[in-house]
């Protein structure tokens, strides 16, 4: 059953700092802790304890902000690696295993019945540190199913609250993700949590079709930072969730392009221009037609209010433009063209688009008016 409130779990100080060549600061990390609660996110992985003093260190900074937050750390199961997790100020540990038989035979030598047998004892670990306990079930897209079931009735027999369904390596559509959580949801009573991955760029389809399916929490990312291709990434599973299926989340967009412009810069990981919703280029627009209709009515060419998303619609000249666009942008400067005078800039802004690449700055478009008007008057 489809569910009216999807949790979101954020993974970007987690999977999203796994991305080759990624170092958080732990300034960096608070900051960016603090901006995803400001925004109302209500969970967030934030680190791997085994990874030593500096990480715990800075898991228990991150707890010692007292945010709304609650906090997940992420452990192999190994008895170090959980009893690393003890006394930071986490609420949560998703106990990872590997679930598909590539994973158990040729990572750690193991099979299916070594498994079931084990895992009731790690997470009853756990639990005696005060933690709530996930399954993290990595490669679950390649699991079988019914042993992935009976993973999951383990896990809740031994006192395990979620499962975390990790498409570990990207490799499934909405489809199937929708029937394996579907699976999944009829044949177990624990909290169904998605992890995606974008390696063929459907993290976050595949991301909305679990939370179709059942599933009620989600991993995502800033940006959709995180390993190789990245994750589901937050702003557009938010965004998905509320206007694609109506499902809240709690989470208020205005503010996230201060954070996404935070995890860019301490991630070293540029935006691409054309990314959806934070991109420099998801609200601009130069086409004649498109800004002719955008000018008529918004609602002629935005699926949503960029304002929702901290956003707002920019209109630029160039190859592409007709006289409304051109009229637009000279008004913007104080300046009032004719509908003769703006067809006749026309060939002009080709030309400069042509030659540099890029739309005419305020610089050029003064320039290019002043060309125009003294051939004019030559
Ligand atoms: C798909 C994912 O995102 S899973 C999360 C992956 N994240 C990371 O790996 C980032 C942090 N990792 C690290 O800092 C290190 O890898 C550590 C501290 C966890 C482990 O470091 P090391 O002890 O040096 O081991 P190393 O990384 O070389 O190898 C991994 C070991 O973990 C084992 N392992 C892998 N997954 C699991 C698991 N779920 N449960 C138990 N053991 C596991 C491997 O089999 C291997 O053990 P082996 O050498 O006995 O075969
Ligand atoms: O918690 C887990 O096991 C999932 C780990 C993960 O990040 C992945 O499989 O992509």
Redesign the pocket.
């Known amino acids: 059953m489809t569910q009216s409130f999807i949790t979101i779990n954020d993974t970007t100080l987690r999977?999203g700092e796994?991305s080759a060549g990624v170092a958080f600061s732990l300034d960096e990390k608070l900051d960016i802790a603090r901006q995803l609660a400001a925004i109302g996110v209500p969970e967030l992985e934030v680190g791997?304890p085994?990874?030593g003093d500096e990480e715990r260190e800075s898991i228990r900074a991150v707890a010692n902000l007292k945010l709304a937050p609650r906090l997940m750390v992420?452990s192999?199961?190994?008895p170090a690696?959980i009893a690393a997790c003890a006394g930071l100020g986490a609420h949560l540990i998703d106990i990872?295993?590997?679930a598909s038989d590539q994973h158990l035979a040729y990572?750690?030598k193991q099979d299916r019945a070594w498994l079931l047998r084990e895992l009731p004892k790690y997470i009853g670990a756990a639990l005696s540190l005060g933690l709530e306990v996930g399954l993290g079930c990595?490669d679950a897209s390649r699991a079988d199913m019914d042993f992935l079931c009976a993973l999951a009735e383990t896990a809740e027999r031994a006192g395990a609250r979620r499962l975390r369904f990790?498409d570990?390596l990207g490799i499934l559509e909405p489809f199937g993700t929708y029937d394996k959580i579907s699976t999944l949801c009829r044949r177990s009573g624990l909290e169904i949590e998605m992890h995606a991955h974008d390696d063929m760029g459907l993290a976050t389809a595949n991301t909305l079709a679990a939370c179709k399916a059942g599933a009620t929490h989600v991993n995502t990312t800033v940006n959709g930072l995180g390993?190789r291709a990245g994750n589901a990434p937050l702003e557009e599973v938010v965004l998905g969730l509320n206007k694609l299926h109506g499902i809240a989340t709690g989470i208020d967009l205005k503010g996230f392009p201060s954070l996404s412009a935070k995890v860019a810069s301490a991630s070293g990981r540029a935006i691409p221009w054309q990314k959806s919703v934070v991109g420099a280029g998801a609200f601009t627009h130069e086409a004649g037609i498109h800004v002719d209709g955008l000018l008529k009515h918004p609602d002629n060419y935005q699926g949503f209010d960029p304002r929702e998303v901290g956003q707002a619609h920019r209109i630029v000249l160039g190859k592409h433009s007709g006289t409304r666009a051109v009229q637009v942008v000279y008004a913007g400067l104080g300046i009032e063209l004719g509908d003769s005078e703006a067809q006749a800039m026309l060939p002009h802004v080709r030309a400069f688009v042509a030659e540099h690449k890029h739309p005419p700055e305020v610089s050029d478009l003064r320039d290019l008016l002043a060309s125009l008007r003294s051939h004019h008057h030559a």
Do not use: C, F, N
Request: proline share 5%.
């Open positions: 999977d796994q791997i085994a990874m992420w192999r199961m190994h690696d990872s295993v590997p990572k750690l990595e990790a570990t390993e």
